[in-house]
């Protein structure tokens, strides 16, 4: 009922020929862009890797055994499971989480900060500053952080120098530069989210809830988060999601013993060109951070719509 | 009454940056007392709430709650609870939570607060909706919730920002009547801030007028509106027909003004100017619509104008009737709906006149401009 009235009056709006067209380019964007391919990523997950004379044949029938290596590995008896894979997907899930909410524990003062004095020029120009390193190429962003990073790099000379180290950390193979680099990749999706809903939190409710005797922490504790709370979430799932998928960090920070399972499903499309066990791993990848993300918004509270605002 | 904590200002100088929000403010309030400050916006009235809850250091002088200095005393350590002109409550708590939040803070169970809460729901009429979210309220509800949130602190001064001005009218007018009858109940201090001297008028027991940072008069409503300190708070407070010229004639407490329009006028000096105007100075001269009368009066008091009708306009409870003196002159009278028909004052050649103890004469000033 309520949605026939929306498309009735979107097309009295635009008229019958630019509303069709509108909604044509909605659907193509639905069906070509989103659907479709993570459809025939679906599909290939469940097939087997056949030379192209075999694929349609009677060999090319649906199966789990893609799956399966994930969790066994090649032992055929399922005796033993796939121990390495399995720890490289924990160990990205974990250190996800983790850079998630690095990300939150550094962005909460700089949006409030940013949010709760709004309108300066001081604001804006902050504000344009964070976005500057933004235009350049992440994998480029990557390299100039394994430069920052590196045995004889800025940092170390820095620590150096001031005598607080004697001798270099080797930040890449403790993997301090990966969880940098990670963190920093997507800060600015949780920083956006969170300015705009601590812009929008009335400054009334700041100092009514000083004046009538809160603490400061009191005071963002009952106040400010919990109207922050769709904001954060917001910027969670995004930065979670794309931490969890992210391959350029990764690849150019990361140490040479630790992997992440993005690595894996690259190794596998790339380098082993097996394009349907590498789509096995990227499903259950892309299943696991939705499912992760539905029980935090749960535990949470907060509903899709409040993330789509 | 006397039980409420008094409040005072001295001295009070506010500044941001060059501009001079309040100027020397020296103010004395009762304890118990229902005080407001009335002024049109802008002139600082608002800062000098602040000063007083503790959101602003004022730059110079010194803010007395009790007797005690305030300076450097938070604005979650004074004794005063503050209502905002928004009232913000906060959307995501319940009502209970929201009225005993102030107890919350102080850690205070939360069996005990609901019953605090329950105790004050029951005080604004509102028993049994603490459950409801505050956006389940309607205006005036709200109004309530905030009075009692603030209220739940046991507060010695209650500071109000303009808290009515969302209303609409019929609802103001009851919030008023309610909070003067919440205010003598609870006993404590009213602070109120506004830009409608209606509100002010009624409601308060004292109030200060001010005007650019400056306070003009500090009085009884009664008597800002009948013996008007400055032609500011004069034009500001109801409505008036002001005429201007020079003395001429100056007899006690009466004097005789020459105005270059509509003659020669009499009226009293206002209290505070009786003794201190002389023959030859500028000075100006007040009448309220309702002060006008038809009618020529005897042709020695002076206390005559002569006018011709332009428009009229019903307002209920009477007519105001806008006329033109002589040099084009424009004057309000206010005629109260009696239930005439027609209210008998059209027509090209009247004559108004006036008791002069009904008109007021002082300096001449700036007068309010709306």
Request: aromatic residues 10%; contains cysteine.
């Amino acid at each position: 009922m309520k949605k026939k009235m929306i498309f009735s009056e979107f097309f009295r709006n635009n008229g019958l020929g630019m509303g069709s067209l509108l909604i044509a380019l909605v659907g193509f964007w639905l069906i070509f862009l989103i659907v479709l391919p993570q459809l025939s990523m679906l599909d290939y997950s469940f097939r087997f890797n056949l030379p192209p004379a075999e694929q349609g044949g009677p060999k090319d029938f649906y199966t789990l055994s893609n799956y399966e290596h994930l969790l066994y590995g090649s032992d055929q008896t399922h005796q033993t499971y796939n121990s390495v894979d399995l720890m490289v997907f924990v160990r990205t899930i974990i250190a996800a989480m983790l850079v998630t909410l690095f990300n939150i524990v550094l962005c909460y003062p700089l949006a409030y900060f940013l949010g709760q004095s709004k309108g300066s020029g001081f604001v804006r120009l902050l504000v344009v500053l964070l976005i500057i390193p933004y235009w350049i190429n992440e994998i480029l962003r990557a390299f100039a952080l394994r430069i920052i990073f590196g045995e004889s790099g800025l940092l170390n000379e820095a620590l150096m120098f001031m005598h607080l180290i004697r001798e270099p950390i080797d930040f890449i193979r403790q993997d301090i530069a990966l969880y940098a680099g990670l963190g920093y990749a997507y800060i600015l999706l949780m920083l956006f989210p969170m300015y705009n809903v601590i812009e929008s939190l009335d400054r009334n409710q700041i100092e009514a809830a000083r004046d009538m005797g809160a603490s400061w922490i009191q005071i963002h504790r009952r106040i400010v988060i919990p109207h922050a709370k769709p904001g954060i979430v917001s910027g969670a799932t995004m930065v979670f999601m794309l931490t969890a998928g992210a391959l350029a960090a990764p690849q150019i920070l990361g140490g040479p013993s630790s992997l992440w399972f993005t690595q894996l499903v690259y190794q596998w499309f790339n380098d082993s060109l097996n394009w349907q066990q590498g789509a096995a791993y990227a499903i259950v990848l892309l299943a696991s951070t939705i499912v992760i993300v539905l029980t935090v918004m749960r535990i949470f509270k907060v509903n899709m719509g409040d993330i789509g605002k | 009454m006397s039980s409420g904590v008094a409040v005072d200002l001295e001295n009070l100088w506010i500044r941001f940056g060059d501009f001079v929000a309040v100027r020397d403010a020296n103010v004395a309030i009762n304890g118990g007392d229902f005080f407001s400050f009335l002024g049109p916006s802008g002139c600082g009235k608002t800062t000098i709430l602040r000063s007083v809850s503790g959101f602003l250091e004022p730059s110079e002088g010194t803010v007395r709650i009790g007797g005690r200095d305030m300076a450097g005393i938070g604005p979650n350590k004074r004794p005063t609870a503050l209502i905002f002109q928004n009232l913000a409550l906060f959307p995501l708590m319940k009502v209970w939570e929201n009225i005993s939040f102030s107890m919350e803070v102080a850690g205070v169970s939360a069996g005990e607060r609901r019953k605090r809460a329950d105790e004050l729901l029951d005080m604004i009429a509102l028993e049994g909706q603490g459950d409801k979210m505050p956006s389940e309220l309607s205006g005036g509800q709200k109004q309530r919730v905030a009075i009692a949130r603030a209220l739940c602190a046991n507060p010695d001064v209650l500071l109000l920002d303009e808290p009515l001005s969302a209303l609409d009218l019929k609802l103001r007018q009851h919030m008023r009547t309610e909070l003067r009858e919440i205010q003598q109940r609870v006993g404590i201090t009213f602070i109120y801030i506004t830009h409608d001297q209606g509100e002010a008028l009624t409601m308060s027991d004292n109030v200060a007028v001010m005007k650019g940072g400056v306070i003009d008069q500090i009085d009884t409503g009664h008597d800002i509106y009948d013996h008007p300190a400055t032609p500011f708070v004069a034009s500001f407070v109801g409505e008036t027909n002001v005429f201007r010229g020079k003395i001429s004639r100056i007899d006690g407490n009466q004097a005789l003004i020459s105005t270059n329009r509509s003659g020669d006028l009499l009226a009293r000096i206002t209290p505070t100017q009786v003794g201190k105007m002389s023959v030859g100075d500028d000075a100006m001269m007040f009448i309220r619509p309702e002060a006008l009368q038809l009618g020529e009066a005897d042709a020695s008091a002076k206390t005559t104008i002569s006018a011709g009708t332009v428009n009229e306009e019903f307002e209920g409870n009477s007519f105001s009737v806008f006329l033109e003196g002589d040099g084009g002159k424009s004057i309000k009278m206010s005629v109260p709906n009696v239930g005439q028909d027609n209210i008998s004052v059209r027509g090209k050649d009247l004559s108004l006149h006036y008791d002069a103890n009904n008109a007021i004469m002082m300096p001449a000033g700036e007068l309010a401009s709306d």
